[in-house]
């Protein structure tokens, strides 16, 4: 014993309380300072380091969001899929597809009907029958559940994006957006949801479903900005410890202070856990907002975009069919030429209008959900879980050391070095 307490620095026994109350002082004066945004520097990198994670949280659940299959059958023969904000990249996430011959719901094969109906779910709640392509407890749909089986399937958007840009949120979720949303499935559900005699009607339900689907991934990138930021601040707090009282590294003092901080951080992890899972809970159950502005003119946005991306499918397929007509190969210079000079005119009415409506409804309420979301969540984080912290963590170990009680461990006791 005596040679392992010879490892200590040596401390005059009148002085162990003094020394003792001081390093448990400069541990709660550190932690403060380190949750402490006007503190935040060199020394104090945390807040620094949770922005960046903010960011990635935010940029992660915007790739996310639901992209658009704008080809019909017999029209078009290319897919775009608008997956990120950048417009002009849109052409070169396009891509060969087979033409199909164009069919009604009604008479699609067996086969066909078992892939459409493998394409959506919903968030757990209680479906009717009318429902029932959108039901199930886990998501479903095709490209989502490969993406999150299959690290290697991913879309072109994903692939052109760099992981240091999305940190821990550099996770096949990201890719559970694309193809989210068609047009051929959107008219498909807004004639099963549809009334008899009701011309043009669109259920609400196609809105919400469609909506509600896109939404219930968020749960994944959450648990990510979670875990993440738990891990963030436990890592600075106990390496804060680590450096205050790392004299006493051998001793049952700074094995017990840590268990004791080690056991707070995980009681408060736990409660705020809770309440960011409600945040998501509340979002993805119903579609709701009063911000009814900034949804139309995310709405807006999101129909020009689409409007903008379906005409020149239509251009496309115009084109083709017009030199087909000649029954020569294309000359590419002329076939370019030819598609600057096509009119809406000679276009005509395009007849999916109803379904990019709704597309860009869906997308809409996606953006403006999406930003509320992230806020609502960082807002709390900071709010409610750091500053408890920050409140509770002062005499956190003096209190449960039990220094001030007369039933306490003595000063003396708490510095013998443990096995």
């Not at 608008?82 to 052409?91: L, R, Y």
């Not at 072109?156 to 051929?184: C, H, M, T």
């Not at 901080?261 to 993805?284: C, D, G, P, T, V």
Request: aromatic share 10%; hydrophobic share 35%.
């Amino acid at each position: 014993m005596d040679e392992e307490l010879s490892c200590l620095p040596e401390t005059p026994n009148d002085k162990v309380q003094h020394i003792v109350r001081q390093h448990l002082s400069k541990f709660s004066q550190v932690a403060q300072q380190l949750l402490d945004r006007s503190y935040a520097s060199q020394n104090h990198a945390f807040h620094g380091d949770w922005k960046e994670l903010c960011d990635q949280f935010q940029k992660a659940i915007e790739f996310m969001r639901p992209g658009c299959v704008l080809a019909t059958p017999n029209t078009e023969k290319v897919v775009i899929n608008i997956d990120v904000s950048d417009d002009d990249e849109a052409s070169h996430r396009s891509y060969s597809i087979t033409p199909k011959r164009s069919r009604d719901a009604d008479s699609e094969s067996p086969v066909a009907k078992r892939h459409r109906q493998n394409l959506f779910t919903t968030p757990n709640r209680t479906v009717s029958h009318r429902d029932a392509n959108f039901s199930g407890n886990e998501i479903k749909r095709e490209v989502g559940q490969n993406k999150l089986a299959n690290p290697h399937v991913h879309s072109v958007g994903y692939s052109r994006i760099k992981q240091s840009e999305f940190g821990p949120f550099y996770n096949k979720y990201l890719d559970i957006g694309w193809r989210a949303l068609s047009l051929i499935e959107i008219r498909q559900q807004i004639a099963i949801q549809g009334l008899a005699g009701v011309p043009e009607f669109v259920n609400h339900k196609v809105r919400q479903n469609f909506a509600l689907n896109s939404i219930n991934p968020w749960k994944y990138p959450l648990e990510t900005f979670i875990d993440n930021t738990f891990d963030l601040l436990r890592s600075a707090l106990v390496s804060a410890l680590g450096k205050i009282l790392g004299s006493y590294e051998q001793t049952s003092f700074f094995r017990t202070a840590k268990q004791i901080l080690e056991n707070f951080l995980k009681q408060q992890e736990a409660e705020q856990r809770a309440i960011s899972m409600a945040f998501y809970a509340s979002e993805s159950v119903e579609l709701f907002t009063v911000n009814e502005e900034d949804f139309l003119r995310h709405k807006a946005e999101a129909l020009e975009l689409l409007k903008d991306q379906r005409r020149k499918l239509r251009v496309i397929s115009y084109a083709e069919k017009h030199f087909q007509k000649k029954g020569k190969p294309t000359d590419q210079a002329a076939y370019e030429e030819f598609k600057t000079k096509v009119t809406d005119a000679q276009l005509g009415p395009d007849t999916f209008d109803r379904e990019l409506e709704v597309a860009s409804y869906i997308r809409g309420y996606y953006t403006t959900a999406r930003l509320r979301f992230v806020d609502s969540v960082c807002a709390n984080m900071n709010a409610r879980y750091f500053r408890k912290i920050k409140t509770d963590v002062v005499y956190l170990l003096e209190n449960e050391l039990g220094l001030d009680r007369g039933d306490g461990k003595s000063y003396s006791q708490i510095l013998v070095v443990s096995n």
